[in-house]
T-cell receptor, first 114, second 114 residues
Framework: AQSVTQPDIHITVSEGASLELRCNYSYGATPYLFWYVQSPGQGLQLLLKYFSGDTLVQGIKGFEAEFKRSQSSFNLRKPSVHWSDAAEYFCAVGTSNSGYALNFGKGTSLLVTP | GAGVSQTPSNKVTEKGKYVELRCDPISGHTALYWYRQSLGQGPEFLIYFQGTGAADDSGLPNDRFFAVRPEGSVSTLKIQRTERGDSAVYLC????????????FGPGTRLLVL
């Protein structure tokens, strides 16, 4: 069955430290991969996306993600976290078979400490 | 330009009542998606439209849920005989086409069924 897994429900990081949020997927077709961020009371905002080409993708707010087909992963990274990055992060996968309707992971809640 | 808008932002209703949730997509976007996000979960796909037609309604949980998009722009999600389990945030997203285009999300309608 098609699935998206975010293994970490909560992550706590000190401000200025590096961050990696994990995402694994299980799909038969070639997936299109996304990371969205959701702040309290806010809508979902796209951080970055991967469709094809270079497997290292740059996004907004200093985020990047790397698509690793052999590991079925699309982990999100940021070299230095800011307090304003505290939010819920969602990995999502779409395929042409589904009309690109997105299948979301359950999310990772990021807490940033001083 | 204006983003995706959803009305109402909050809706409280009683069990058994009928509700309508409205989505106004970004102008010119032909693809429109509805998702439902329960507390502590990622959004779950409900239905997507390409133009006026529902191209995929496989995510609708049962026949109490129905959605229309009669003129290919505004969409209405309709829920009959609401149940407490329908309480969630209902998200709408639109994209330029039903291809690999980015989906832009609205702020959601928070539905509470008492």
């Amino acid at each position: 069955a098609q699935s998206v897994t975010q293994p970490d429900i909560h992550i706590t990081v000190s401000e200025g430290a590096s961050l990696e949020l994990r995402c694994n997927y299980s799909y038969g077709a070639t997936p299109y991969l996304f990371w969205y961020v959701q702040s309290p009371g806010q809508g979902l905002q796209l951080l970055l996306k991967y469709f094809s080409g270079d497997t290292l993708v740059q996004g907004i707010k200093g985020f990047e993600a790397e698509f690793k087909r052999s590991q079925s992963s699309f982990n999100l990274r940021k070299p230095s976290v800011h307090w304003s990055d505290a939010a819920e992060y969602f990995c999502a996968v779409g395929t042409s078979n589904s009309g690109y309707a997105l299948n979301f992971g359950k999310g990772t809640s990021l807490l940033v400490t001083p | 330009g204006a983003g995706v808008s959803q009305t109402p932002s909050n809706k409280v209703t009683e069990k058994g009542k009928y509700v309508e949730l409205r989505c106004d997509p970004i102008s010119g976007h032909t693809a429109l998606y509805w998702y439902r996000q329960s507390l502590g979960q990622g959004p779950e796909f409900l239905i997507y439209f390409q133009g006026t037609g529902a191209a995929d309604d496989s995510g609708l949980p049962n026949d109490r849920f129905f959605a229309v998009r009669p003129e290919g722009s505004v969409s209405t999600l309709k829920i009959q005989r609401t149940e407490r389990g329908d309480s969630a945030v209902y998200l709408c997203a639109s994209s330029l086409r039903h291809t690999s285009e980015t989906q832009y999300f609205g702020p959601g309608t928070r539905l509470l069924v008492l």
